[in-house]
Nanobody, 124 residues
Framework: QVQLVESGGGLVQAGGSLRLSCAAS????????MGWFRQAPGKEREFVAA????????GYADSVKGRFTISRDNAKNTMSLQMNNLKPEDTAVYYC?????????????????WGQGTQVTVSS
């Protein structure tokens, strides 16, 4: 069993930065790929970024590529999302997630464990 807790959300002006963190419990944290997703009001949850168990492989949605950076620290059981040059369209609840298996995925349904989410609001 894996439990996930996100933090770091808040209100920021367009062009600003935020760093989200995801703290994981569970001895097998370092064995699993992880991802960040987001859900804006009235929209479906969408993929943001993913990272392999070792951190050696990452993937990003086109909408955040070049602005967001995903990373993980297996020794501390944490994953982070550095978000720079934020835009109003980045406003959403951000969720971290863990999937069993080997490969990262952009698909919501591939993930087995989810955090409760943290709100990010970008004002124009």
């Amino acid at each position: 069993q894996v439990q996930l807790v996100e933090s770091g959300g808040g209100l920021v002006q367009a062009g600003g930065s935020l760093r989200l963190s995801c703290a994981a419990s569970g001895r097998t944290f370092s064995s699993y790929p992880m991802g960040w997703f987001r859900q804006a009001p009235g929209k479906e949850r969408e993929f943001v970024a993913a990272i392999s168990s070792s951190g050696g492989s990452t993937g990003y949605a086109d909408s955040v590529k070049g602005r967001f950076t995903i990373s993980r620290d297996n020794a501390k059981n944490t994953m982070s999302l550095q978000m720079n040059n934020l835009k109003p369209e980045d406003t959403a609840v951000y969720y971290c997630a863990v999937k069993r298996g080997t490969y990262i995925s952009r698909t919501t349904g591939a993930y087995d464990y989810w955090g409760q989410g943290t709100q990010v609001t970008v004002s124009s």
